[in-house]
Nanobody, 117 residues
Framework: QVQLVESGGGLVQAGGSLRLSCAAS????????VGWFRQAPGKEREFVAD????????SYKDFARGRFTVSMDNAQNTVYLQMNYLKPEDTAVYYCNARDVGGQTYWGQGTQVAVSS
């Protein structure tokens, strides 16, 4: 089992940047695909980006491509989401997700991101 803790959220002006962190304990991220999801008020949770710990492959939702970068630090057992050129519509709670090869999925508690116009 893996425990996930997100951090790095906050309030930022449009055009600004934030870096979210997802720290794991219990297992190494090398055994998982680690993803970022977000949920805005009144909307469904949606995929943002992910990275494979065993293949170092990344994928992005269209709105994130070119502005967001997902990366993994194996030494720190942490996954980051660097978000640049933030927009008010990026305002949401951002969640870290880890999925193993058997399909077992774990979620963090979320971190709030608010972007003012």
């Amino acid at each position: 089992q893996v425990q996930l803790v997100e951090s790095g959220g906050g309030l930022v002006q449009a055009g600004g940047s934030l870096r979210l962190s997802c720290a794991a304990s219990g297992r190494t991220f090398r055994d998982y695909i680690v993803g970022w999801f977000r949920q805005a008020p009144g909307k469904e949770r949606e995929f943002v980006a992910d990275i494979s710990g065993y293949e170092d492959i990344t994928s992005y939702k269209d709105f994130a491509r070119g502005r967001f970068t997902v990366s993994m630090d194996n030494a720190q057992n942490t996954v980051y989401l660097q978000m640049n050129y933030l927009k008010p519509e990026d305002t949401a709670v951002y969640y870290c997700n880890a999925r193993d090869v058997g399909g077992q999925t774990y979620w963090g508690q979320g971190t709030q991101v608010a972007v003012s116009s």
